[in-house]
């Protein structure tokens, strides 16, 4: 599958702006992946959305795609920050530094086979009840599982469990009716698919 339809199907509720972000693994070079990168950036960053590889192996990147507006507020979230600073980020810095510091936390967790740093779930918009039962209960225990394990509200996580899946389908369709990533972005903001 050609990696901008991949990136509509599982980021499409972090170009929609309803979610913050989201991350997708790619066989790609890292080379190869940040020059993609570069591309969508200057594509789609006037609708707000960023893209940043974070690479993990030589073959392995992940996208990072976000809303910067969402994820700055996201970000400052008192509950959130103050998560943050336990994890060793600096409530000041800058949503790049962040992101650079979340990156350096991927890598040195991949290569000690330890899977994602828990932080990952605040930058994705996962509720910060569900972060903590996750870290609590060591992932198990949890009352439903969806886009993240949810140990708090299911009912509201079950309705953004429904909004994520109708717009990666949304926006899968119209990367397959041939729309670029930009494009895609702009249809649903005209057409307030968003958060």
Not at 112 to 123: C, L, S, Y
Request: proline share 4%; aromatic share 10%; hydrophobic share 35%.
């Amino acid at each position: 599958m050609a990696l901008d339809k991949l990136i509509a199907f599982h980021c499409g509720p972090a170009l929609t702006g309803i979610k913050p972000s989201n991350l997708l693994a790619v066989k790609v070079p890292n080379e190869e992946a940040a020059a993609k990168a570069d591309i969508l950036n200057k594509q789609c960053n006037k609708n707000g959305i960023f893209f940043n590889t974070m690479n993990i192996s030589k073959k392995t990147t992940l996208f990072f795609v976000y809303n910067k507006p969402l994820l700055k507020k996201t970000l400052k979230n008192p509950g959130a920050v103050l998560f943050l600073l336990k994890e060793g980020y600096t409530p000041l810095k800058s949503i790049d530094e962040h992101i650079k510091r979340l990156g350096m936390r991927i890598k040195e967790a991949s290569a000690r086979n330890m899977g994602f740093p828990h932080e990952i779930g605040i930058f994705l918009g996962y509720p910060l009840e569900d972060v903590k039962g996750f870290i609590t209960h060591k992932g198990k225990n949890c009352k439903m599982c969806g886009y993240w394990k949810v140990y708090g509200d299911e009912k509201k996580a079950g309705a953004l469990f429904r909004r994520y899946t109708e717009c990666r389908e949304i926006c899968f369709r119209k990367a397959a009716e041939g729309l670029a990533l930009s494009e895609i972005c702009e249809y649903c903001n005209k057409n307030r698919i968003t958060g």
